[in-house]
T-cell receptor, first 122, second 108 residues
Framework: QVQLVQSGAEVKKPGSSVQVSCKASGGTFRTYAISWVRQAPGQGLEWMGGIIPIFDTTNYPQKFHGRVTISADESTDTAYLELSGLRSDDTAIYYCARGIVTIPAAYYFDSWGQGTLITVSS | EIVLTQSPGTLSLSPGERATLSCRASQTVSRGYLAWYQQKPGQAPRLLIYGASSRATGIPDRFSGGGSGTDFTLTISRLEPEDFAVYYC?????????FGQGTKVEIK
């Protein structure tokens, strides 16, 4: 059974950047997609993008192009989310999720990390 | 992008009752690539259904999914106390993957 363990909560200043890590254990990392999904306080889920290490591909929704970078270190089974130009409305819980790849770059999420609270405040 | 609209926003039911949740897409979800998740307060989402109707590993058979094209449903045949939660649909047929806004199933 795969486990995804994320880094801890952070408080950041507006305009700065944040990096969140997600370490996978108990399962193969390379043949799955790893995505990031965020949830603002009291709100729904929002997909921020994903990476499929075996294809070395990333994809992002247009909304996050240029502000989000997702990467993966296969040697440590760890994925990373970097979000730049932080604003107050980026305050949210950020989840990593393992994606089951059905066709190239299409996936749903069968395992989730515990979530990382990122607070953006001056 | 495909917009998913879930209804109702809140469903008030008693344990033992049947719950029917709807997810409508703004355009056809190709290949029936629709998933359902359950989220309880303070927890990460949990996968229930993928491919519109396939139950994920370990999910009780009181949960069932159906539908195709633009209209999908999640049915909980008999609500157990642990089923009161928020449910989200997600399409992965066309990027960007999108989620519905959620349906809260609360105890009546």
């Amino acid at each position: 059974q795969v486990q995804l363990v994320q880094s801890g909560a952070e408080v950041k200043k507006p305009g700065s950047s944040v990096q969140v890590s997600c370490k996978a254990s108990g399962g193969t990392f390379r043949t799955y997609a790893i995505s990031w999904v965020r949830q603002a306080p009291g709100q729904g889920l929002e997909w921020m993008g994903g990476i499929i290490p075996i294809f070395d591909t990333t994809n992002y929704p247009q909304k996050f192009h240029g502000r989000v970078t997702i990467s993966a270190d296969e040697s440590t089974d760890t994925a990373y989310l970097e979000l730049s130009g932080l604003r107050s409305d980026d305050t949210a819980i950020y989840y990593c999720a393992r994606g089951i790849v059905t066709i190239p770059a299409a996936y749903y999420f069968d395992s989730w990390g515990q979530g990382t609270l990122i607070t953006v405040s001056s | 992008e495909i917009v998913l609209t879930q209804s109702p926003g809140t469903l008030s039911l008693s344990p033992g009752e049947r719950a029917t949740l709807s997810c409508r897409a703004s355009q056809t979800v190709s290949r029936g690539y629709l998933a359902w998740y359950q989220q309880k307060p303070g927890q990460a989402p949990r996968l229930l259904i993928y491919g519109a109707s396939s139950r994920a590993t370990g999910i009780p058979d009181r949960f069932s999914g159906g539908g195709s094209g633009t209209d999908f449903t999640l049915t909980i045949s008999r609500l157990e106390p642990e089923d009161f939660a928020v449910y989200y649909c997600q399409q992965y047929g066309k990027a960007p993957w999108t989620f519905g806004q959620g349906t809260k199933v609360e105890i009546k």
